[in-house]
DNA sequence: CACTAGATTTTCT
DNA sequence: GAAAATCTAGTGG
């Protein structure tokens, strides 16, 4: 069993997130989100919901309009942090998957309290929402274009834990998204008391 | 419990 | 200028 306490797990290749969206993000299901702060204790939760974002033909991907200044980077290489802000106030961040040249990411919707929230499980920061998870991990735009293919302040890490009983349903929040509103690209651990909703 | 409204600002038409 | 990959507090049953 890995020491989950240290901060020196191996970061996911990039050949992890260079593969079709949706295998990406049931892979993601069960990995470790590890924050790394400038002189502040490691923070590290276990990945439960994610939602598959497939690039240009999807009606629901911020890239449905071409890589637009803030949709370029889903359009780049794969294995780096793609953040923005929602309603003027919360951040949500993704991972960019397939090849350079074509959209994709997942966005992280929900994580499990591994190390450093306080005690008891999620006592202090809640991580079951998109916006309430990149704040308990002080992520912001400033991680914007993020390399987490390398150890560094925050990067996405295997355990070596087994893959949690997945199930699927429609995106949350894309309604507006017509036919692609109704596929089931949310992926969650079935198990998981931290699933957002 | 279900439902509604308001916060707040970036992004793109 | 409208809408947005959200969240919280408030109301009413």
């Known amino acids: 069993m890995t020491d989950l306490t240290s901060t020196h797990l191996p970061p996911l290749p990039r050949t992890f997130y260079a593969r079709p969206t949706t295998t990406v993000a ?19 939760a276990r990945i439960v ?10 009606a629901a991907s911020h890239a449905r309009r071409g890589p637009t ?16 802000l929602i309603y003027g106030m919360h951040h949500c961040m993704n991972l960019v998957t397939e090849t350079d040249g074509v959209a994709g990411a997942v966005l992280i919707r929900a994580a499990a309290p591994i190390v450093g929230f306080g005690d008891g ?19 912001t735009r400033a991680l914007n274009g993020h390399d987490v293919t390398h150890a560094r302040e925050f990067y996405v890490a295997d355990d070596g834990a087994r893959a949690p009983r997945r199930a699927r349903s429609p995106r949350i929040g894309v309604d507006y998204a017509g036919a692609w509103a109704a596929r089931k690209l949310r992926f969650f651990d079935a198990r998981s008391p931290y699933v957002s909703g």
């Open 26 to 44: 049931r892979e993601l299901l069960g990995k470790l989100l590890v924050r790394r702060h400038a002189s502040q204790p490691a923070l590290v």
């Open 49 to 58: 919901e994610v939602e598959a974002y497939l690039g240009q033909r999807d």
């Open 69 to 84: 200044p803030r949709a370029a980077i889903m359009f780049g290489p794969p294995g780096f942090l793609y953040v923005y």
């Open 121 to 139: 499980p999620g006592r202090r920061h809640p991580l079951t929402g998109p916006g309430k998870l990149c704040a308990a991990l002080s992520i």
